[in-house]
């Protein structure tokens, strides 16, 4: 069981790192996910995703604050944005299509700016 839980959250953790670079994919939920499976998994991977330099602070004042940095949100919905409002003009001759873009942008924006922010 533990190599599994290590496998899904090693998983997680690749899915939380491509998350920093597309911006659909969310990174924050993806490395708490890795590391709730690496805590019950393997302790020693736990800690040493805790003390990285970049991914480490993500997991601590997500766990920590129930927050996320104001940076970090102003960033996030910006790119989401970006994206989706050039991905809804590319689709625009498929409106419905246009329509979902639009929709899941407020979405991910409503979930972003629901939790607090991290002074």
């Given at each position: 069981m533990k190599i599994v839980l290590i496998v899904l959250g090693s998983i997680?953790?690749?899915?939380?790192?491509?998350?920093?670079?597309?911006?659909?994919?969310?990174?924050?939920p993806f490395l708490l996910l890795a590391a709730a499976l690496y805590f019950r998994g393997s302790p020693r991977l736990y800690e040493w995703l805790l003390n990285q330099k970049r991914l480490g602070p993500y997991i601590r004042n997500f766990r920590e604050h129930k927050a996320i940095p104001l940076r970090v949100k102003i960033i996030s919905v910006t790119m989401v944005w970006l994206t989706l409002l050039y991905?809804?003009?590319?689709?625009?001759?498929r409106l419905w299509l246009s329509i979902m873009m639009i929709v899941t942008a407020t979405g991910i924006t409503w979930h972003i700016l629901s939790y607090k922010t991290l002074r």
């Open positions: 997680a953790l690749v899915l939380g790192v491509l998350g920093i670079f597309m911006p659909l994919l969310p990174t924050t991905c809804a003009y590319i689709t625009h001759e």
